[in-house]
């Protein structure tokens, strides 16, 4: 698959519906990731990643605010309430280690501040 610069594409594991929006679905080998994938994601080389308009947008909350953000001609997908955002970075923060956890909790402390 080449880099394309107008249509929405979608990393996963698996498939899923995005606010109603056609998009490319392209199915990951966890244990074989694609070239484009590292490309897309050459951080930490993990699904999910959205592509659109030729730029990658990785991390599942961070596209789900994103897809509110461009697409807001449907329903939300995520919370409009602050605090019930920051629940959600804080049930995210539980299931992540190192580093990572690091950054999320900066992001929830953040999230916090605006509540």
Known sequence: MEKQQSEVVLFRHW???LKGKA???VGEDLTNKSDLLLDYNPVHKKVPVLVYSGQSIA???IILEYSDDCW???AKLLPE???QQAKLHLG???LIKGEEREMAMKEFSEL???V
């Open 15 to 17: 498939p899923r519906k």
């Open 23 to 25: 998009y490319v679905y």
């Open 59 to 61: 991390e599942s909350l």
């Open 72 to 74: 807001n001609n449907t």
């Open 81 to 83: 309430d602050p605090h």
């Open 92 to 94: 995210k923060v539980l």
């Open 112 to 114: 916090l501040s605006c």
